[in-house]
């Protein structure tokens, strides 16, 4: 037996807009459908924008679970989006070293104080 590859990842949102509005303002990301559509296509992953609360991600007590998305983009774009976040005035939780210098990432918290990881890739 065997598992395929990852199809699918629901993010719990307490509030999904504003994280739609995040991921297609800030990170860029075009929605699968137009107007409010809660869903991207990353690659062969579909993101879906759930909101906290609901039948499948009941709030849970005592705190809640956060979540990393880990995206490769290219070395030399790292400094660029490193700007645009502070530029949006996005918490950055982990700035880029040197170039050339491993692990060479920026990490990020989106509106929910989930963890947005941008990769060097090689």
Same mark, same amino acid.
């Given at each position: 037996? +065997?598992?395929?590859?990852?199809?699918?990842?629901?993010?719990?949102?307490?509030?999904?807009? $504003?994280?739609?509005? %995040?991921?297609?303002?800030?990170?860029?990301?075009?929605? +699968?459908?137009?107007?409010?559509?809660?869903?991207? +296509?990353?690659?062969?992953?579909?993101?879906?924008?759930r909101?906290?609360?609901?039948?499948? %991600?009941?709030?849970? $007590?005592?705190?809640?679970?956060? +979540?990393?998305?880990a %995206?490769?983009?290219?070395?030399?774009?790292l400094?660029?989006?490193h700007?645009?976040?502070?530029t949006?005035?996005?918490?950055?939780?982990?700035?880029?070293?040197?170039?050339?210098?491993?692990?060479?990432?920026?990490?990020?918290?989106?509106?929910?104080?989930?963890?947005?990881?941008? %990769?060097a890739?090689?």
């Amino acid at each position: 037996m +065997t598992v395929g590859s990852l199809a699918r990842v629901e993010l719990a949102c307490r509030d999904p807009h $504003r994280q739609r509005e %995040f991921f297609s303002r800030i990170l860029g990301l075009e929605p +699968t459908e137009p107007g409010n559509a809660l869903r991207f +296509t990353l690659g062969g992953v579909e993101l879906v924008l759930r909101p906290r609360g609901d039948a499948l %991600f009941a709030s849970a $007590r005592g705190g809640e679970a956060g +979540t990393l998305l880990a %995206f490769p983009v290219a070395d030399a774009e790292l400094e660029r989006w490193h700007r645009r976040m502070l530029t949006a005035r996005v918490a950055v939780l982990d700035a880029p070293g040197p170039s050339g210098a491993p692990p060479r990432l920026l990490r990020v918290a989106d509106p929910e104080g989930n963890v947005i990881e941008l %990769f060097a890739a090689a």
